[in-house]
């Protein structure tokens, strides 16, 4: 009876100490703001497994990976590693044609920052889930911006968070300056194969990131808070798009 409740005991203390290790991982997750964490796409319905190292599809993620070193030392390299480091929006404010300042555009600045914390709290979910080890780790090798190896060393690849995020930024800037689009898109490809040149991801790391950009884009147009933030930045920027944009060097 008692090595009984013995036992009783201890699986009640194993369940309490793994509800509170959930807990304790679900607080890590960013949290949304326009939609709420019921709303967020379930990754499971639309993204495989990412490819295990036996497989023909990781041949092709080293192929990309030997690609992406390769590039390290052209000014594409240079433009990958200021992209790891650099606010998303920052990154897309040329191919937007302006600048997005907190200050002279908070609206805008509400809108934007608001789709990325969408974008992180989707992406965080999915990479805990699917926990693949990142490259420059699994094949042992520095990545593009070794100084900062250590911080990403015990994070997840799949999908790529910076290219989601990419992704979801260039389609939200484009519906604000929709003559920008072709130039936003060519930049969202670019910002996300720069993480193959920094080692940080795989091809198919940044190919699942578009699949959960679209999923999260196609939440957003159905939700009221995202579609009121949407006009009023429209307005914003109807008032003060010439002060905003970027002086051309032609």
């Not at 604000?176 to 130039?183: R, Y």
């Amino acid at each position: 009876m008692r090595r009984s409740v013995f036992f009783i005991l201890m699986l009640v203390a194993t369940l309490q100490a793994a509800a509170q290790s959930a807990n304790n991982t679900e607080k890590k997750f960013e949290t949304p703001a326009f939609l709420s964490i019921q709303e967020l796409p379930n990754h499971m319905k639309y993204i495989a497994d990412p490819p295990t190292v036996d497989s023909e599809a990781f041949q092709n993620d080293a192929y990309y990976y030997k690609w992406g070193k390769e590039q390290r030392s052209t000014p594409r390299g240079v433009q990958a590693a200021v992209d790891e480091v650099q606010w998303t929006a920052k990154a897309f404010a040329r191919a937007a044609g302006f600048i997005i300042d907190p200050k002279e555009c908070p609206e805008m600045f509400k809108l934007v920052e608001g789709v990325q914390k969408d974008a992180k709290a989707t992406n965080g979910r999915a990479k805990a889930y699917y926990r693949r080890t990142r490259p420059f780790v699994q094949f042992d090798e520095p990545s593009l911006v070794p100084e900062t190896d250590a911080a990403y060393a015990d994070s997840y690849s799949y999908p790529s968070g910076h290219s989601v995020r990419g992704w979801v930024c260039a389609l939200t800037l484009a519906l604000l300056v929709p003559d920008s689009t072709e130039a936003l898109i060519s930049r969202a490809q670019d910002f996300a194969l720069n993480r193959l040149i920094c080692g940080r991801h795989y091809k198919s790391d940044v190919d699942a990131s578009l699949v959960e950009a679209t999923a999260i884009m196609s939440r957003l147009f159905s939700n009221e808070a995202f579609m009121a933030q949407l006009s009023r930045a429209r307005e914003e920027f109807a008032l003060k798009q010439e002060q905003l944009r970027i002086p051309t060097t032609d």
